[in-house]
């Protein structure tokens, strides 16, 4: 007889050695296990090709609030007569610039692409700018890769407009035409966004040539044609 107070039907439930319990798996709460949430984003689909692409194509999109052009007057020139396209140009500058116009100095200024100036047809660039980095982000989404399976071309594509109107932007300086009452030249936004419009429609081609590149022998991998 010993101590210990008999626990009623402890002769029906022998003590388990302590193993037995520690190989238990330990209880789940309210009986179901939580489920596990993932991103819908998957950045490992995009290729080096398409981040080149999309993160140039963003700094385009940045470039557009630099100054582009810049300009700067000769104290020389302050009585020649103005033409009445430099006429034109000088009141939409002065609209966007009120400083520009009520100084007594000759004045130096710069525009941006969007600015007073500079021309209204360059907002395409912005827009093509989106459009190229919100097609990129599109493919990190199963459904969208599924749905255009001729990827590259649709980039290169993209990047081939956005080169072009950042190229013609960049040539037609429209500064230009007060050149002779000073000195007209590119700013860091056309600069920037030049380099970045060629380096998307690089990334755009690294695409085209990644996709065409044959699979390598004994890869089970199988690509969608254009994908």
């Known amino acids: 007889m010993t101590g210990e107070p008999d626990l009623p039907g402890a002769e029906n439930h022998p003590q388990a050695p302590g193993w037995q319990y520690a190989a238990q798996p330990p209880p789940e709460h309210g009986g179901t296990a939580l489920p596990e949430t993932r991103s819908p984003f998957n950045f490992g689909r995009?290729?080096?090709?398409?981040?080149?692409?999309?993160?140039?194509?963003?700094?385009?999109?940045?470039?557009?609030?630099?100054?582009?052009?810049?300009?700067?007057?000769?104290?020389?020139?302050?009585?020649?007569?103005?033409?009445?396209?430099?006429?034109?140009?000088?009141?939409?500058?002065?609209?966007?610039?009120?400083?520009?116009?009520?100084?007594?100095?000759?004045?130096?200024f710069s525009v941006t692409a969007l600015g007073g100036g500079a021309g209204g047809w360059r907002l395409l660039i912005l827009v093509v700018a989106i459009v190229a980095v919100l097609y990129v982000l599109s493919r990190t989404l199963a459904g969208t890769a599924r749905a255009v399976p001729y990827h590259w071309q649709?980039?290169?594509?993209?990047?081939?407009?956005?080169?072009?109107?950042?190229?013609?932007?960049?040539?037609?300086?429209?500064?230009?035409?007060?050149?002779?009452?000073?000195?007209?030249?590119?700013?860091?936004?056309?600069?920037?966004?030049?380099?970045?419009?060629?380096?998307?429609?690089?990334?755009a081609i690294l695409v085209m040539r990644e996709t065409k590149k044959p699979p390598a022998f004994g890869s089970t991998t199988a690509h969608t044609p254009g994908a």
């Open 46 to 108: 995009l290729r080096p090709g398409d981040l080149t692409a999309g993160i140039a194509s963003f700094l385009v999109f940045i470039s557009v609030f630099f100054p582009w052009y810049s300009f700067t007057a000769s104290a020389a020139s302050a009585g020649e007569q103005a033409t009445p396209a430099q006429q034109q140009l000088v009141l939409a500058i002065c609209g966007d610039q009120p400083a520009v116009c009520s100084s007594d100095v000759a004045p130096h």
């Open 154 to 203: 649709t980039l290169v594509g993209i990047t081939a407009v956005q080169g072009l109107l950042v190229l013609i932007s960049f040539i037609a300086n429209p500064l230009g035409i007060l050149d002779s009452f000073g000195s007209s030249s590119w700013a860091f936004g056309s600069v920037l966004a030049l380099i970045a419009a060629l380096a998307a429609a690089g990334g």
